[in-house]
């Protein structure tokens, strides 16, 4: 069974720095595409970035630069890297993974993230 887990979210000042980490089990990184998504209040959700099974990094235009993605050496967690953290930046983060070989998507419970002062 596979499971998504968030943590990492809470308030934080303009400027600032967060690490948000997905816990996942029941799936082989190697073999899924690795994402994060975020949906700001009364706004559509939207990709943030993706780490590809193929080891390739894609992300949203105006988050390069400022966001990471990454995962552990035991793959069994996936981090995003947020700095220099706008309050455009506010919004419910979800952790999300692609089985391209099962075609089946999941989606983690989401954490929240505030910027401001």
């Known amino acids: 069974q596979v499971q998504l887990v968030e943590s990492g979210g809470g308030l934080v000042q303009p400027g600032g720095s967060l690490r948000l980490s997905c816990a996942a089990s029941g799936i082989i990184f190697r073999s899924a595409d690795m994402s994060w998504y975020r949906q700001a209040p009364g706004k559509q959700r939207e990709l943030v970035a993706t780490?590809?099974?193929?080891?390739?990094?894609n992300y949203a235009g105006s988050l390069k630069g400022r966001f990471t993605i990454s995962t552990d050496s035991a793959e069994s967690t996936f981090y995003l890297q947020m700095n220099s953290l706008k309050p455009d930046d506010t919004a419910v983060y979800y952790c999300?993974?692609?089985?391209?070989?099962?075609?089946?998507?999941?989606w983690g419970q989401g954490t929240q993230v505030t910027v401001s002062s």
């Open positions: 999300y993974a692609w089985l391209p070989a099962t075609l089946r998507r999941y």
């Open positions: 780490l590809t099974s193929g080891g390739s990094t």
